[in-house]
C-alpha cells in the first residue's frame, strides 16, 4: 500500500500476558524499523529488518521481545510476559533504502497498554 | 552516545509569523538529517530532509544544515495554527543506518 499500517491501534494486557503487534510496510519498500515511544517524545530504536532479515537489533531488550519478518506477511513485534514498562506506542516506519537518503515512514502506531 | 538536542519549547509565534527550530548533534560525522512533525497523539510525518551544508526549501519550510557548527534548524514561513506541534529533528549518525531521534520541540502558532 502507499502508507505504513499497523494493527492493532490500541492494545491493553494484564501483567505478565503476551502482546502481539503488526505492520507492514509501503509496497516497494524492503526496510523496516520498530520504535517504542514511551514518554512524550522519546523514540528508542527496536530493531530494523532488511526484508525477512534481521538487520539491525541493538536496542532490542531479547529477554521478552522478539520480531519477525516473513514473506507475503506483516511484520510482527511479540513481547513476552508483559511488563507495566512496556506501555508505550509503538511505531513502525519503513524506508525504500537505509543509504544517504533512506527516509522513514511511519505508520500510525499501537499504543500498548500494560496494566 | 549519539546525542541530538532540542529545545522542548513550548515555542510561541503569532500567526504569519517566522517560526525557528533549531537541533544540534555530537556526531561529527552524520550525513543525513530530517525533520518530522508529530501532531498530539499521531505518528511521525516527515516533512525535509537535507544532507549538504546550505538551505533546502519547500513550500513554506526551510532547512538549513550547518555541519561544522553541528546544527540543523527548520524555518517555517507564514506560520499557520494548523503548523502547532510537536516537530522531532533526526540525525543518522556516521557509520549508522538508525537516526537517533531528539526529543522534539512544540511549537505554539496562536490567532
Known amino acids: 500500500g502507499e502508507e505504513v499500517a499497523q494493527t492493532p491501534k490500541h492494545l491493553v494486557r494484564g501483567e505478565g500476558q503476551k502482546a502481539k503487534l503488526y505492520c507492514a510496510p509501503i509496497?516497494?519498500?524492503?526496510?523496516v524499523f520498530w520504535y517504542q515511544q514511551v514518554l512524550k517524545n522519546e523514540f528508542k530504536f527496536l530493531i530494523s529488518?532488511?526484508?525477512?532479515?534481521?538487520?539491525?537489533e541493538t536496542g532490542m531488550p531479547k529477554e521478552r521481545f522478539s520480531a519477525k519478518c516473513l514473506p507475503n506477511s506483516p511484520c510482527s513485534l511479540e513481547i513476552q510476559a508483559t511488563k507495566l514498562e512496556d506501555s508505550a506506542v509503538y511505531f513502525c516506519?519503513?524506508?525504500?533504502?537505509?543509504?544517504?537518503?533512506?527516509?522513514?515512514?511511519f505508520g500510525p502506531g499501537t499504543r500498548l497498554t500494560v496494566t | 552516545q549519539k546525542e541530538v538536542e532540542q529545545n522542548s519549547g513550548p515555542l510561541s509565534v503569532p500567526e504569519g509569523a517566522i517560526a525557528s527550530l533549531n537541533c544540534t548533534y555530537s556526531?561529527?560525522?552524520?550525513?543525513?538529517f530530517f525533520w518530522y512533525r508529530q501532531y498530539s497523539g499521531k505518528s511521525p510525518e516527515l516533512i525535509m530532509s537535507?544532507?549538504?551544508?546550505g538551505d533546502k526549501e519547500d513550500g513554506r519550510f526551510t532547512a538549513q544544515l550547518n555541519k561544522a557548527s553541528q546544527y540543523v534548524s527548520l524555518l517555517i514561513r507564514d506560520s499557520q495554527p494548523s503548523d502547532s506541534a510537536t516537530y522531532l529533528c533526526?540525525?543518522?549518525?556516521?557509520?549508522?543506518?538508525?537516526?537517533?531521534f531528539g526529543r522534539g520541540t512544540s511549537l505554539i502558532v496562536h490567532p
Open positions: 516506519a519503513s524506508s525504500l533504502e537505509v543509504g544517504t537518503a533512506g527516509e522513514q515512514y
Open positions: 509496497k516497494g519498500h524492503s526496510y
Open positions: 529488518f532488511q526484508n525477512e532479515n534481521v538487520f539491525d
Open positions: 556526531d561529527r560525522g552524520s550525513q543525513s
Open positions: 537535507i544532507y549538504s551544508n
Open positions: 533526526a540525525v543518522r549518525p556516521g557509520g549508522s543506518y538508525i537516526p537517533t
